[in-house]
Protein backbone atom coordinates (compact mmCIF):
# COMPACT_ATOMS: atom_id res chain seq x y z
CA UNK A 1 0.00 0.00 0.00
CA UNK A 2 1.11 3.73 -0.70
CA UNK A 3 -0.02 7.06 0.29
CA UNK A 4 -0.76 9.82 -2.10
CA UNK A 5 0.26 13.28 -1.59
CA UNK A 6 -1.64 16.36 -2.83
CA UNK A 7 -0.26 19.62 -3.32
CA UNK A 8 -0.75 23.10 -5.07
CA UNK A 9 -4.03 23.87 -3.23
CA UNK A 10 -4.77 27.25 -1.93
CA UNK A 11 -7.15 30.66 -2.74
CA UNK A 12 -7.16 32.36 -6.01
CA UNK A 13 -9.64 34.51 -6.86
CA UNK A 14 -12.28 34.17 -9.45
CA UNK A 15 -10.84 33.47 -12.91
CA UNK A 16 -7.63 32.59 -11.41
CA UNK A 17 -5.48 29.87 -12.02
CA UNK A 18 -3.76 26.43 -9.55
CA UNK A 19 -1.83 23.93 -10.61
CA UNK A 20 -2.51 20.90 -8.11
CA UNK A 21 0.30 17.95 -7.99
CA UNK A 22 -0.03 14.36 -6.79
CA UNK A 23 2.87 12.14 -5.90
CA UNK A 24 3.86 9.30 -4.43
CA UNK A 25 6.65 9.21 -2.28
CA UNK A 26 8.88 6.14 -2.71
CA UNK A 27 6.45 4.43 -4.97
CA UNK A 28 5.97 4.14 -8.72
CA UNK A 29 2.40 5.49 -10.15
CA UNK A 30 3.09 4.30 -13.66
CA UNK A 31 1.22 1.56 -13.88
CA UNK A 32 -1.98 3.03 -12.17
CA UNK A 33 -4.59 4.96 -13.56
CA UNK A 34 -5.19 8.53 -11.68
CA UNK A 35 -8.45 10.30 -10.88
CA UNK A 36 -8.73 13.92 -9.03
CA UNK A 37 -11.87 13.91 -6.91
CA UNK A 38 -13.43 16.92 -5.43
CA UNK A 39 -15.82 17.35 -2.01
CA UNK A 40 -17.27 20.98 -1.82
CA UNK A 41 -18.67 21.54 1.73
CA UNK A 42 -22.40 20.19 1.85
CA UNK A 43 -22.24 17.84 -1.64
CA UNK A 44 -21.37 14.88 -2.50
CA UNK A 45 -18.09 13.66 -4.36
CA UNK A 46 -17.80 14.84 -7.84
CA UNK A 47 -15.39 12.79 -10.16
CA UNK A 48 -13.25 15.94 -12.17
CA UNK A 49 -10.78 14.06 -13.93
CA UNK A 50 -8.71 10.77 -14.65
CA UNK A 51 -5.76 10.19 -16.63
CA UNK A 52 -4.65 6.32 -17.88
CA UNK A 53 -1.35 5.05 -16.62
CA UNK A 54 0.45 6.26 -19.66
CA UNK A 55 -1.08 9.02 -20.16
CA UNK A 56 -2.58 8.68 -23.28
CA UNK A 57 -6.29 8.59 -22.26
CA UNK A 58 -8.21 11.52 -20.66
CA UNK A 59 -11.71 12.01 -19.09
CA UNK A 60 -13.18 15.34 -17.75
CA UNK A 61 -16.00 16.29 -15.86
CA UNK A 62 -18.58 18.42 -18.38
CA UNK A 63 -18.39 21.21 -14.96
CA UNK A 64 -14.76 21.42 -15.95
CA UNK A 65 -14.17 20.68 -19.35
CA UNK A 66 -12.43 23.09 -21.24
CA UNK A 67 -11.09 24.65 -17.97
CA UNK A 68 -8.96 22.05 -16.17
CA UNK A 69 -5.80 19.58 -17.09
CA UNK A 70 -5.25 16.71 -16.43
CA UNK A 71 -1.30 15.30 -17.36
CA UNK A 72 1.40 13.14 -15.55
CA UNK A 73 4.77 12.86 -16.08
CA UNK A 74 5.79 9.18 -15.25
CA UNK A 75 9.21 10.40 -15.25
CA UNK A 76 9.08 12.56 -11.84
CA UNK A 77 6.03 10.27 -10.44
CA UNK A 78 3.25 12.99 -10.37
CA UNK A 79 0.45 13.62 -12.00
CA UNK A 80 -1.21 17.52 -12.50
CA UNK A 81 -4.37 18.78 -12.46
CA UNK A 82 -4.23 22.47 -14.03
CA UNK A 83 -7.08 24.55 -13.22
CA UNK A 84 -7.73 27.59 -15.09
CA UNK A 85 -10.74 30.02 -15.15
CA UNK A 86 -11.49 28.92 -11.43
CA UNK A 87 -15.21 30.17 -10.10
CA UNK A 88 -16.50 30.21 -7.14
CA UNK A 89 -18.17 27.12 -7.57
CA UNK A 90 -14.65 25.14 -7.73
CA UNK A 91 -14.37 25.16 -3.83
CA UNK A 92 -13.84 22.24 -2.59
CA UNK A 93 -11.38 19.75 -1.26
CA UNK A 94 -9.45 18.10 -4.24
CA UNK A 95 -8.32 14.38 -3.57
CA UNK A 96 -6.05 12.05 -6.03
CA UNK A 97 -6.65 8.69 -5.91
CA UNK A 98 -4.93 6.15 -7.70
CA UNK A 99 -6.55 2.55 -9.32
CA UNK A 100 -4.29 -0.41 -10.33
CA UNK A 101 -5.34 -0.41 -14.31
CA UNK A 102 -4.64 1.50 -16.91
CA UNK A 103 -8.11 2.81 -17.78
CA UNK A 104 -8.81 5.93 -16.83
CA UNK A 105 -11.76 5.81 -13.99
CA UNK A 106 -13.56 9.10 -12.23
CA UNK A 107 -15.51 6.18 -10.66
CA UNK A 108 -14.27 6.74 -6.80
CA UNK A 109 -15.60 3.56 -5.83
CA UNK A 110 -13.16 2.12 -7.81
CA UNK A 111 -10.14 3.44 -6.66
CA UNK A 112 -7.59 1.92 -4.67
CA UNK A 113 -5.36 4.70 -3.13
CA UNK A 114 -6.02 7.79 -1.94
CA UNK A 115 -4.56 10.88 -0.43
CA UNK A 116 -5.99 12.82 2.14
CA UNK A 117 -6.46 16.15 0.15
CA UNK A 118 -5.96 20.13 -0.73
CA UNK A 119 -8.13 22.65 -0.19
CA UNK A 120 -9.09 25.07 -3.25
CA UNK A 121 -11.00 28.29 -1.93
CA UNK A 122 -12.06 30.25 -5.01
CA UNK A 123 -12.93 34.01 -3.37
CA UNK A 124 -12.80 37.83 -4.00
Known amino acids: QFQLVESGGGLVQPGGSLRLSCAAP????????IGWFRQAPGKGSEGVSC????????DYADSVKGRFTISRDNAKNTVYLQMNSLKPEDRAVYYC?????????????????WGKGTLVTVST
Open 97 to 113: AAVDSHFCSRDLYGMDY
Open 26 to 33: GFTLDSYA
Open 51 to 58: ISSDGDST
